[in-house]
């Protein structure tokens, strides 16, 4: 037994899980894994994340601050900061995706998400959080350019940078609230035995962060793994600006199609770094679907510094 399988058992010990029976559930694209466990004293979930590569203390207090909004974010059952364990309420099977795939209610389910949204970004975030900024945006921009565009030269890349530089200030509208950074189908659970926006379980908000709020729409309205039709996500835009009159609307869309086009640049370079550092290869299949996203954000006249330098350094494929 390896010094991390002694840990792990010490720690569902300590909870009454000796003799619960663990089953491996599918993981994401980080270090985290997943085991659901029966047996115990009620169903539950392990989350495993090294303490060595990631620390679970925003997990653990974003999920309060979610379940004091009244919202579904997993209980905490228990949790080890040190080792790197947590014990979480199992909400089940039910992803967006998959309720979607058996034939679910799209219009209904994707309402209800960005009605959520709506909560998420009027509450105050956590003091705790911290800021989804202009160098933090730019950061994950430049993963493009550092593994899905690696061999483009030096001044290429330093033009790509200011482009960036220049359009990301016009991201800050509607001021900085609760951003969930990968609010998406595969992250938010149907519960349809629970009322109001309660009926959607949230997943993976460990890396929520303060900063502009269409990036959330943009992440739900242009996911990585599944289409959503253009006509339901642009009714899905209009209901975020019905709801919130005070926003300027030209601008609010313009801040979309700029963070979208900042989210999609971003998962070219990670799904890129997934298949070339990290041997995930299968990452590479989404890369169209990004690539399609990308492609239509880049229409957005603001961004025309930015599909002028995608024309000249580097040809986005058409959709297949």
Do not use: C
Not at 94 to 103: H, I, K, P, T, V
């Amino acid at each position: 037994m390896t010094e991390r399988s002694s840990e792990t058992r010490a720690f569902l010990d300590r909870y009454g899980y000796a003799g619960a029976t663990r089953l491996p559930l599918a993981g994401d694209a980080s270090v985290r894994r997943y085991e659901r466990l029966s047996g115990g004293p009620r169903p539950a979930v392990l989350m495993d994340a090294p303490s060595a590569t990631m620390d679970i203390r925003p997990f653990v207090a974003v999920a309060g601050w979610l379940r004091d909004a009244g919202l579904s974010a997993p209980e905490v059952l228990a949790a080890d900061p040190a080792a790197g364990l947590v014990l979480l309420e199992d909400l089940g099977d039910e992803l967006f995706s998959r309720a979607l795939a058996q034939g679910g209610d799209e219009r209904l389910l994707y309402e209800t998400a960005v009605d959520l949204l709506l909560v998420l970004h009027r509450a105050p975030p956590p003091a705790s959080l911290p800021r989804y900024d202009e160098a933090w945006l730019l950061r994950e921009a430049e993963l493009l350019v550092e593994w899905y565009a690696h061999a483009l030269g030096e001044p290429a890349k330093a033009n790509y940078r200011a482009i960036w530089r220049d359009l990301l200030p016009a991201a800050r509208v509607g001021g900085d609230g609760f951003v969930y950074v990968d609010y998406h189908a595969d992250n938010l659970l149907w519960l349809p035995a629970r009322s109001g926006l309660a009926r959607i379980g949230l997943l993976d908000f460990q890396d929520a962060r303060s900063g502009p709020p269409a990036y959330d729409l943009a992440s739900l309205l242009e996911d990585a793994r599944r289409d959503v039709a253009p006509g339901l996500a642009r009714a899905m835009v209009e209901r975020y600006l019905a709801a919130r009159p005070e926003l300027d609307p030209d601008a609010f869309r313009a801040a979309y199609a700029l963070l979208a086009a900042q989210r999609n640049a971003k998962i070219l370079g990670l799904f890129s770094r997934l298949a070339q550092r990290d041997g995930k290869p299968h990452y590479l299949d989404l890369q169209p679907r990004v690539q399609a996203h990308l492609r239509r954000d880049l229409r957005h006249p603001l961004l025309t510094p930015l599909r002028l330098w995608f024309e000249r350094h580097l040809h986005l494929p058409a959709a297949p």
